[in-house]
Structures are given as C-alpha cells and as structure tokens.
C-alpha cells in the first residue's frame, strides 16, 4: 500500500461523495463473495459498521451500541460476559482475510479493514502517489498498516484501547481540516462551544438510543410458535470437533423439542442444512417455521464457549442472544437454559413439569459424553454397530447416563428391524437398554419410544406399547422419530386413519427428510391408498432433497397395481437381502413366473443360518403362488422365531390370499393382533 497515508476520521467529510459510493459498490462485491456467502449474520455486521463509519456515526460504533441496535441487548447489558459482538466481529475478520487472500489486490481500487481491538472499519483506497503530506495538512494521525490485517500503529492501538473509536482511512487526502456544512447534510456534526455542551449532547444520544433500543427489546416478538435449530458451526476449525457442534445440536432440538406449545423441526431437517449458503427466511418458508436458531461451538479442552441467537425470520431481526461460557460437565444444564431462555424470549410459557425436567440435569462425565456424541453422529450414519460401541463406553464411564442408554436401545431396534441382527437377540437388547434408561430418568422420551417398539416386536403387547408411545409423545410432542414409529404401531393395528394423521404430523416436524418421507409412502401402501402413495413420491421428487430410495417401495405398489413387469424391476434393484428377495418372489410368483419365485425361495434359504430372517419373506412367496399350506408351516415357523414381520400381518397386502383361512384368523389372535 505503498503511497497511502491512513488518516484518522475524526469529522465526516474526509472523504467525498465519489470515494463513498466507491466503498460502498466494494462493500457489495465483498458481501456477495465466497466468502461471505451463506452467512447472512456476518454479512449484516459488515454492511452495518461501514455503514455508519461512512454516515460518520462512529459513536455507534461502540460495542454497547452495536449489541443493542444488531443484536436486541439492552443498553445497558454485560459486554464483558456478553460477547456476541466479539464473537461476530472476529468471524468478519476471518472472513475479510479470506475474500482478500484470494484477491489481487492491485486491481482493487479500495480495501476494508476490520483491525483488531475495535469496531470501526478502516478504509484503504489505491493512491496514485499522493503524499501523505495531505494527511499532516488534515491533522490526520499517520499508520503504517499496509494491508488489511498488518498491525496498525501504537498510536491508533491505543486509541481502540481506550474505546474511543474512529473511522481510518487511507488515502490522497485534498480536503481541508474544516468540513462545508453542505458537503455531507446527512452526517453533520455540530461544533459545540465547550466540552460540558459536548458532554451534553451525548448524553442525550445515548439516553434516547438506550431507550429506544430497551423499548424495542421489552416487546415481545408476536407470534413465533415454531422454530428451526440450525446446525450449530464448529468454530474450532477444526474438522475433528464437528461431532462435538453436531451432537450439542441434537441436544438442543431434544431440549427445546419438551416445550409442548412450540413446534421444533426434527433433527434430520435442520442437519440438511449444515453448510448452506441459503438464506434464513429462504429456510424458514421452506421448513415453515416463524423463527431460526443458530449459532458456534467452540470446544477447548475442558471449557465450551456456545454462542447461540433466535432470528424472527419473518422480519430477519434478531430476538435474543446470548454466549454461554461452561465446564463440559455441565453443558446439559446449559441446554435447559437455552430451552427456557427462548421459551421467554418469545412469551411462551412453560408447563410446571416442562421446567422441571429442563432445569434439572445432574452432572456428567465429559469423557462420557464425547463417546455419547461420538455415538449420535455414527446412529445418523446408519452405522449402528460402532455406534452401539460408542454408547457401551460412555456408559461404563458414567452408568447413570440415561440418554447414552436409550440411544443404545434404538440401535438395536434398528438392527433388529433391518434384519442385520438375530430378532430376538436385538429386541431383547433393546429392551433392556430401554427399560434402564427409564429407571435412570423417567423423563426420557425416547427411552419410552423405544420400549413401546419391544412391546410390538417382543412381546407382542399392543396395549402396553400404545401407552408407551403415548407417554413418549406426552414428553416430548416434537420428536418426529416417534410420531413416525407410533404411525407404524397404529397402521399395524388396523388404524389408518389415525396412522396417516400421525405420518403426517412427523412430515410437518421434518419436512426435508427422505426417511420421514419414505415413512409416509409404505403408511399409505399399508393403508391400501396406492394412488396416494405414488402421488406423495410424486411430490418429493419435485422437492430439492436427497431422494431415499425407492425402488422397495416401489416393487410393492407396482404389484398391487397389477405392473407385474414394473415390480419385479424395482425389486431386481432394491438389493439381495431377505426382504427384497421376499417381495421379488412375490411378485414372481403373481407374475406366472413360478419357477423363478422358487429358485427365490432357494435363495432366502441359504441366508436363513445367518441372522435367521427370512421365514416371514419365504411364506409371502408361498402365499403368491397359493401354496397355502406351505405358507402357513413358514408362518408358524415364524412364529417360534418371532420374526417381526408378523406385526404386519394384519395389513400385509401379499397375505390377502391367506386371510379367510381360520389358521389365519388363529395366528392374528395369538400374535395379539385379532379384531
């Protein structure tokens, strides 16, 4: 920057009308940059203080000031405990190194600065060999920061020390100390005749700011009922600690997910969007939501730094804020604290039990945790397996820890019903896992969704797992998960109304998630609506989220809908496991194609000494090719196996040439499932 004097701003002026509109037109470039895309609340950090640095409003550049007017605080709140400001000016920096690392600065005409230290922006404009004479003819202090991020000078460092702030530019100067009244209406500064006016003067200012900004902030928003967490961002950088960012995440949608009156969007929604370059109310109207969560984690060894703030999205002002400094034991009770802070911010009022159980969170080991969040993140994988390993650690570090058992119970649920692990073996683990969990902490949602699961799968006690899921639901109305599975447990007893009532309520808590709406096609295949069932996947094709794959799904309705060719097409690509081969055989089998149905049946044979799935598959091929005798000894097999694909026998549109039998009737009755 050779050539350039930085000058000191300390009356608007100094620079002319063309270099303002010159700033302002970078200022645009550098927010629809890269770097800064994606990051709507940087973005408007950025054009707020250069905004006012150019209007010569530098006393609003304060941090007190800039808290109240960006982020809702009061004026009079905690800067020291409070960082919300520091926490954004620092992403600004980062991000402005970024934008001008991969920049040439020769060809840039002007270059913004952020220094460290303070709030107020400093200007770099392309000199073409002007003294900095001109500086000394203003009364401008001199620094000698070349580039955006070079230390400025003693001078200036002290003056960001001592919070008196003032705007920097660097530049040919040809204007005179004193500024035209005409030259700038906007941002005139009026020459008090002593200090005491001076003093006068901004004491009044800040009085009516203060109040305007408490006025504003002790109204509350209107009509936020539903919310979105955004993924929380590692601000570790480090890519190792985004399992830490991540589980705190669905942590939290757990916590605020208790509040009976606010409508939370499920976990897998929000995680879509981790890295996202779109804005929140583009977000919000595609979740449908009235305001947005989003924040940092920082992880540093045994201490968590969580910056956290809830954007009205309607209006894209912020609501509350808050930075919350805590020991890794004690971050469950952070959470609760969120939970109610927001509950407050938006006027919600809690129920007498939903306090409680947010309020009171007992202590945790952190190594305990770490394995817990570890674990999350690999159950999101669909890698059950390690992830149960993960649990069994945070356990044995910390045996009371509730969550870490009833995550461990829906893998092995999960196991279980994917046919990757012995029925039995899975759901009596689950079970298990399920009903410790409860006698840690009865407060536990999902422990309680997870029992009502082995109560189907298990025990085959239908009335046991409807008061399971209803208790589950009761402790947490925002887990979609749950809904979902209550969905299954409904259709499964014969209730399709209620059933599609509860798929769809899980679509409204997770309404970009491919497994929920993967969920809703095979509720409308059970409930024998076909035609909605094609319509709904339909609609998700037109929707822009990752596709689940269908091809099961698919080969199930083709056959009911007589597209013999179109199901065993799909089967063919729906993969060799017992299930698959099932339907294909199937559909085989009502296609005319019985010599192909029974090489299936040979197939699913040799994979039965694995895991011992696939009696329930074998007898729907025998009941396709009308071998009803075949079919039930397969059934009865089983049965003895407690094979979960009995819970569909009700409901199970392959089996409808089985159902006048009265061997069939008698096994409806002792898997608990006759009318």
């Known amino acids: 920057m050779s050539g350039a004097a930085p000058i000191s701003l300390g009356e608007p002026g100094l620079l002319d009308p063309e270099q303002i509109s010159l700033v302002r037109r970078h200022l645009n470039e550098i927010l629809a940059s890269a770097a800064f895309a994606g990051s709507r609340r940087t973005q408007d950090f950025l054009r707020l203080i250069v905004g006012h640095a150019l209007d010569g409003e530098i006393d609003n550049l304060r941090e007190r000031m800039i808290g109240a ?28 190194a970024q934008f001008y690392g991969s920049a040439n600065k020769d060809q840039l005409p002007v270059w913004i600065e952020l220094p460290s230290g303070c709030y107020v922006p400093r200007f770099h404009l392309q000199s073409d060999g002007a003294a900095s004479s001109a500086a000394a003819a203003s009364g401008a202090s001199v620094s000698g920061a070349p580039w955006p991020g070079a230390p400025a000078s003693s ?116 995680m879509s969007y981790k890295g996202t370059k779109k804005k929140l109310p583009e977000i919000a109207r ?48 952070w959470q609760g604290e969120v939970a109610e802070a927001i509950a407050e911010g938006i006027s919600i009022k809690l129920m007498p039990q939903e306090q409680a159980r947010l309020t009171h969170k007992p202590p945790l080991d952190p190594a305990a945790q770490d394995f817990y969040l570890h674990g999350l993140i690999l159950r999101g994988a669909d890698q059950c397996g ?72 298990l025990d085959w006690d239908w009335p046991a797992a409807d008061a399971e899921f209803h208790r589950a639901l009761g402790l947490n109305p925002n887990s979609a998960t749950s809904h979902q599975k209550y969905a299954f447990y409904l259709v499964r007893t014969g209730h399709t109304k209620e059933a599609l009532a509860e798929i769809n309520r899980s679509v409204d808590l997770d309404p970009v998630s491919d497994s929920t709406f993967h969920a809703e096609g095979f509720i409308y295949y059970f409930s024998r609506q076909f035609d909605q ?20 799904l698919m080969g199930d309705l083709y056959a009911e809908k007589g597209r013999y060719a179109d199901s065993i097409a799909a089967f063919l690509k729906s993969g060799d496991g017992p299930y698959s081969l099932g339907h294909l055989g199937n559909a085989y089998a009502r296609a005319g194609r019985k010599e192909d149905a ?60 089985l159902r006048s039998d009265p061997r069939f009737t008698d096994l409806l009755r002792r898997v608990g499932l006759s009318q």
């Not at 504003?216 to 590692?234: C, D, F, T």
């Not at 540093?300 to 808050?322: H, K, M």
């Not at 069932?533 to 099961?552: E, H």
């Not at 003895?640 to 040439?657: E, K, M, N, S, W």
């Open 286 to 333: 595609e979740l449908s939501v009235d305001g947005v969560v989003e924040g940092g984690v920082l992880h540093d060894g045994n201490q968590v730094r969580i910056s956290v703030q809830l954007i009205d999205a309607r209006t894209d002002r912020p609501v509350w804020a808050q930075t919350y400094v805590r020991e890794l034991n004690s971050v469950l009770a």
């Open 386 to 457: 390690n992830a149960i390993d993960d649990f069994k650690r945070s356990i044995a570090l910390d045996p009371g820890y509730s969550q870490a058992h009833s995550a461990m119970a829906s893998c092995y649920g999960r196991l279980g019903e994917a046919g990757r692990m012995p029925y039995v073996e899975a759901f009596t683990q689950q079970k298990a896992a399920a009903l410790r969990a409860i006698g840690l902490d009865d407060s536990n949602s999902e422990a309680h969704a997870e029992l009502a699961n082995t109560a189907m799968t």
């Open 533 to 552: 069932a094609l319509a709904a996947m339909q609609t998700v094709r037109g929707l822009k989220i990752n596709l689940p794959d269908w091809n099961f």
């Open 598 to 657: 029974r090489r299936t049946i040979t197939r699913i044979e040799a994979q039965l000494p694995k895991d011992g799935v696939g009696r329930y598959e074998i007898a729907l091929i025998y009941a396709g090719l009308g071998e009803k005798d075949e079919a039930f000894h397969w059934l009865e097999d089983a049965f003895r196996a407690h094979d979960v694909g009995l819970v569909y026998l009700q409901v199970d549109p392959c089996l409808d040439p």
């Open 69 to 96: 007017e960006m982020f809702g605080r009061p004026i009079s709140y905690d800067t020291g405990s409070d960082s919300v400001v520091r926490v954004r000016a620092s992403e600004v920096r980062k991000k402005l």
């Open 155 to 270: 001078a200036n460092s002290h003056a960001a020390a001592s919070g008196a702030p003032s705007a920097i530019v660097s530049a040919p100067v040809t204007v005179a100390a004193s500024v035209s009244v005409a030259a700038s209406p906007r941002r005139l500064i009026l020459r008090w005749p002593a200090t005491g006016a001076i003093g006068a003067a901004l004491l009044l200012i800040f009085a009516f700011v203060g109040f305007r900004w408490w006025n504003r902030s002790s109204i509350p928003p209107a009509g936020i009922h539903s919310i979105a967490i955004l993924p929380l961002e590692n601000l570790s950088g480090s890519p190792d600690q985004e399992y830490f960012s991540d589980g705190i995440t669905e942590e939290l949608i757990n916590d605020l997910g208790q509040i009976s009156t606010l409508r939370v969007i499920s976990l897998t929604s929000s």
